[in-house]
């Protein structure tokens, strides 16, 4: 029901937005791994409610120098809008948890490079923790 109420008051467009990150950033070769990470942020944006963010054990070097990359780029401001938007959200008691989903953004907003979104009640939910 929350994924619901979360897709018709923001999480459309939030989704909709990353996707459309996504295919701009896929254009070049050096834009590939980060338009993957948009998609995966696509798609978590899109059904946050169930699921949850973990680290790719495999990730290396590079995944964090991406995300360097990212945080000055993109991230901070990404972040940003979460934090704003979870703030507005969380004015009204029906939007907490609205909100609280979108502090649950900020890391993958922040650092997407080496995460993996997996079910909540997975086991692979507490890899990398």
């Known amino acids: 029901m929350l994924n619901i109420i979360w897709l018709v008051f923001g999480g459309l467009f939030m989704a ?3 996707a ?3 295919v701009v ?3 070049t070769i050096v834009g590939i791994p980060f338009a993957i990470a948009s998609f995966r942020m696509a798609n978590f ?3 946050p409610f169930g699921r949850r963010l973990v680290d ?8 964090t120098l991406g995300n360097v990359l990212w945080l000055l780029l993109a991230g901070w401001w990404l972040a940003l809008g979460h934090v704003l938007t979870g703030i507005a959200q969380c004015v009204t008691i029906i939007g907490i948890p609205l909100g609280i989903a979108n502090f649950k953004l900020i890391p993958v907003s922040l650092f997407p490079l080496g995460k993996r ?8 939910a507490f890899i990398g923790r």
Do not use: H, K, Q, T
Request: charged share 15%; hydrophobic share 55%.
């Open 16 to 18: 909709l937005g990353y």
């Open 20 to 22: 459309v990150a996504g």
């Open 25 to 27: 950033l896929a254009i």
């Open 45 to 47: 944006a899109l059904w």
């Open 56 to 63: 790719e054990p495999r990730a290396g070097a590079f995944s």
């Open 117 to 124: 979104v997996v079910d909540a009640d997975s086991p692979y």
